[in-house]
């Protein structure tokens, strides 16, 4: 059982960055799947930015202001955030999976618990 841990999450003024770690318990070299997931209230799950099998996703808002990066060393992910906004003010979570052919679906296997991250404007 893999468990995965966020940190980095607070508030901070639009136009802010922070920077999210994820920490994880095993190794994630071979993951097929890993990255962020980004829930706001009242709003369905949204992938944010994440590792696929030889490339980089990220949702068309997060392109030019996130930066998903990985260590397989330190077993970690990050994701970078620059250039904030109020409407990226949401639960971000980590998460990862071995099986999925698709990254792309929401079945992912493993999920933290989540940080929160709030931008005021």
């Known amino acids: 059982q893999l468990h995965l841990v966020e940190s980095g999450g607070g508030s901070v003024q639009a136009g802010g960055s922070l920077r999210l770690s994820c920490a994880a318990s095993?190794?994630?070299?071979?993951?097929?799947?890993i990255g962020w997931f980004r829930q706001a209230p009242g709003k369905d799950r949204e992938r944010v930015a994440y590792?696929?099998?030889?490339?980089?996703y990220y949702t068309d808002s997060a392109k030019g202001r996130f930066t998903f990066s990985r260590d397989n060393a330190k077993n970690a992910v990050y994701l970078q955030m620059a250039s904030l906004k109020p409407e990226d003010t949401a639960m971000y979570y980590c998460?990862?999976?071995?099986?999925?052919?698709?990254?792309?679906?929401?079945?992912?296997?493993?999920w933290g618990q989540g940080t929160q991250v709030t931008v005021s404007s």
């Open positions: 998460a990862a999976d071995w099986g999925l052919n698709d990254c792309y679906s929401d079945s992912w296997d493993y």
């Open positions: 095993g190794s994630i070299f071979s993951s097929n799947c």
């Open positions: 590792g696929g099998n030889g490339y980089t």
